[in-house]
């Protein structure tokens, strides 16, 4: 990963990030892996459990998958 490249002062640019850092450091821990390919393996397992089984109450308790799935945008009608 690589460092935020926003301006010094703006918290907005990677909050979401950070955000969902703490969340994945609090809920799979800090150990050391004895190698890359499972700290990679412990991480994609992560992101999977996030966005398919974890329910988010800002997503009125749905996963974020499910969420997607039911986004519509609005179509802007001709005038």
Known sequence: MRASMGRVGSCYDNAVAESFLATMKAEIGTRVWAMRAE?????????????????HSTLQHRTPHEARACYRQPIALAA
Do not use: D, P
């Open 39 to 55: 700290a990679r393996q412990a991480v994609f397992a992560y992101i999977n459990h996030y966005n398919h089984k974890r329910l």
